[in-house]
Nanobody, 127 residues
Framework: QVELVESGGGSVQAGGSLRLSCTASGYITNHYSMGWFRQAPGKEREAVAC???????TYADSVLGRFIISKDNAKNTLYLQMNSLKSEDTAMYYC?????????????????????RGQGTQVTVSS
C-alpha cells in the first residue's frame, strides 16, 4: 500500500523560506515522477514542480528561480525548498507520485486525480 506523508508546512513572513518533505512508503521513488501541487481557497489547483526518475525537473513559471524540488531516493523522500516566499504562495501543498514508472513529468502532471497523493501540508505566507 502506497502512502505519501507531507511535512514542513507552516507560517512564515514574506521573503522567508520553508522546506517541505514528502516521505513515501510502499513506493520506490527512483522509479517514478513525483511532484508538488498546491491549491489556495477559491483558486484552481496548480502544479508547482516535478522531478522524474532521471531527475529532470520542471517548474511552474510562478515559482521558477525561487523553489527547488529534489529527491533523496535512499530515504524515499521528496523535498520542496521554497525561498523568497510571497503571499500568493499561500496554499495547501500536496505531494504526488505517478502510478506509472519511468515516465517523464508531462503526462504525470496531467493525471493528478489518478496519481498517488498525500493529505497535504498548509503553507501560509504573511506580507
Amino acid at each position: 500500500q502506497v502512502e505519501l506523508v507531507e511535512s514542513g508546512g507552516g507560517s512564515v513572513q514574506a521573503g522567508g523560506s520553508l522546506r517541505l518533505s514528502c516521505t513515501a512508503s510502499g513506493y520506490i521513488t527512483n522509479h517514478y515522477s513525483m511532484g508538488w501541487f498546491r491549491q489556495a481557497p477559491g483558486k484552481e489547483r496548480e502544479a508547482v514542480a516535478c522531478i522524474d526518475n532521471i531527475l529532470k525537473v520542471t517548474y511552474a513559471d510562478s515559482v521558477l528561480g525561487r523553489f527547488i524540488i529534489s529527491k533523496d531516493n535512499a530515504k524515499n523522500t521528496l523535498y520542496l525548498q521554497m525561498n523568497s516566499l510571497k503571499s500568493e504562495d499561500t496554499a495547501m501543498y500536496y505531494c504526488s507520485g505517478d502510478r506509472h514508472p519511468f515516465r517523464v513529468c508531462a503526462p504525470f502532471l496531467k493525471e493528478y486525480e489518478e496519481n498517488f497523493r498525500g493529505q497535504g501540508t498548509q503553507v501560509t505566507v504573511s506580507s
